[in-house]
């Protein structure tokens, strides 16, 4: 069974901080996806990685796909607090076509 | 271009009653995956239709069950519903495997509570 492991769980920083997540598996993923969730809506897709060692920028947000494909991060530089909600890894599992997903990162940014 | 839209967003049902929730996939999709997502959890793989046909199924009984129309849209259908059914349910879509589909836009989701 492949699973995806977020850490941390739970981020409470303030306005202006640096943060990253992690999202780790034993597994080989063929691709990643990184989305964010507000409460009550759908997750929102913000990159796909593909290759190992992938690196992707998305303004104040550093994507990162590991050599192996097997695990990712995402770094927020200067946390604002519209960063705020849950922040999602998701890779298709090898052989099939659903996508498995982390557990989640809850990150809240204080004014 | 319309993203994937689901209906209803809200929908409170009783215990043992059926459910039926739809989705309209993106604009140039054709396949549509359904995912259930309990509170405080990542989203739950439920099954997924390409060609109007289930081509993968997760860990959820028979009781939910789909079908894919000729324009794409999907319903999925909980029979005897429990009060362990109560999550968002969220509808994905993406490109088919021969159109190199890798990423899955999702709709808000439809809130069910069954009391």
């Known amino acids: 069974t492949q699973l995806l492991e977020q850490s941390p769980q739970f981020l409470s920083i303030q306005e202006g901080e640096n943060l990253t997540v992690y999202c780790n598996s034993s597994s080989v993923f063929s691709s990643l996806q990184w989305y964010r969730q507000e409460p009550g809506e759908g997750p929102v897709l913000l990159v796909t990685?593909?290759?190992?060692?992938e690196v992707k920028k998305l303004k104040r947000l550093t994507f990162q796909f590991g050599d192996a494909r097997k695990d990712s991060s995402l770094h927020i530089t200067a946390a604002q607090p519209g960063d705020t909600g849950l922040y999602l890894c998701?890779?298709?599992?090898?052989?099939?076509?659903?996508?498995?997903f982390g557990t989640g990162t809850r990150l809240k940014v204080l004014a | 271009d319309a993203g994937v839209t689901q209906s209803p967003t809200h929908l409170i049902k009783t215990r043992g009653q059926q459910v039926t929730l739809r989705c309209s996939p993106k604009?140039?999709?054709?396949?549509v995956s359904w995912y259930q997502q309990a509170l405080g959890q990542g989203p739950q793989f439920i099954f997924q239709y390409y060609e109007e046909e289930e081509r993968q199924r997760g860990n959820f009984p028979d009781r939910f069950s789909g079908h894919q129309f000729p324009n794409y849209s999907s319903e999925l259908n909980v029979n005897a519903l429990l009060l362990g059914d109560s999550a968002l349910y969220l509808c994905a879509s993406s490109l088919g495997p021969t159109r190199g589909g890798t990423e899955a836009f999702f709709g808000q989701g439809t809130r069910l509570t069954v009391v």
């Open positions: 998701a890779g298709m599992a090898s052989g099939t076509y659903k996508y498995i």
């Open positions: 604009s140039g999709h054709d396949t």
């Open positions: 990685v593909v290759t190992g060692g």
